[in-house]
């Protein structure tokens, strides 16, 4: 008997094992397609109103949910007044009989996506549940251009999933929104601002214009200057030719061989 038990405990820790790093090597694999492509990478077509698999269902949440959601936010001793009205920054994953087990909210400030509030109804599913929210996640926030994700949250998952502590450059961004929570920050740039690259390309531009026109206008002077050299020239030689004429006139005999 206690060999069986012992020989079933093995292979639960064996599963365990296979699922926590089949996981993280699925987000690693999200991360390094992201880098490559130079946006948000998702499994997921993010046009779709629901993400299914096997077993459960992601979706955005509604007031319906505000009775499950209160529960699990209990659960985590979140503000609950405060985030049930904002319940519809949240994403919900369901069972098969629709009870909802986990929730995940996502707050949007500045082009930038805040993921917060992480609660599940049994945290052995955890491992199981987030890849799902992530995924998701990841769609709304294509689907609303956003430029990078924050999240406080602390499970080693999104470490694995590409965010990390944010350097100086990197907390100048966060929006003012957040700047007067705590620390213990993560990011993930998505995308570069496409806004300030367009940005610079006009200012560039509006410079090369510019000095396209510095250039015309010292152009268009030294030609003036050249027309007004020629004609005082023209002037010059005509009254050169003046007076030689004049002279000659007045002293027919100056060209005369004495």
């Excluded at 994953?93 to 629709?98: K, M, N, Q, R, T």
């Excluded at 999104?158 to 993560?186: I, Q, Y």
């Excluded at 367009?198 to 510095?214: C, P, Y």
């Amino acid at each position: 008997m206690n060999q069986f038990y012992g020989a079933e405990s093995s292979q639960v820790l064996f599963y365990a094992l296979f699922e926590f790093f089949a996981v993280d090597r699925k987000c690693r694999i999200q991360v390094q397609l992201r880098r490559l492509l130079g946006f948000a990478f998702s499994g997921l077509n993010p046009k779709f109103g629901g993400v299914s698999s096997s077993k459960y269902r992601v979706r955005r949440a509604t007031l319906d949910d505000i009775g499950q959601l209160t529960a699990l936010w209990n659960s985590m001793q979140y503000p609950t007044s405060d985030l049930a009205r904002r319940v519809t920054e949240f994403q919900v994953v369901e069972g098969p009989d629709g009870a909802v087990l986990g929730a995940l909210g996502l707050q949007i400030a500045e082009r930038q996506g805040r993921v917060h509030s992480e609660a599940f109804g049994d945290f052995a599913l955890a491992e199981q549940l987030r890849p799902l929210l992530w995924d998701r996640v990841q769609a709304v926030a294509a689907n609303h251009g956003l430029l990078r994700v924050w999240t406080q949250e602390q499970a080693p998952f999104w470490n694995h999933c590409g965010l990390l502590k944010p350097d100086v450059e990197a907390l100048e961004k966060l929006p003012a929104l957040w700047r007067e929570l705590s620390s213990g920050w993560l990011t993930l740039k998505l995308k570069d601002d496409v806004e300030t690259v367009v940005s610079l390309d006009k200012e560039f531009a509006l410079f090369m214009r510019s000095e396209k026109q510095r250039t015309e206008q010292v152009f268009r002077r030294a030609r003036a200057f050249k027309i007004f050299a020629t004609v005082v020239a023209v002037i010059l030689l005509l009254l050169v030719m003046g007076w030689g004429v004049s002279l000659y006139l007045h002293n027919p005999g100056l060209l005369r061989h004495h």
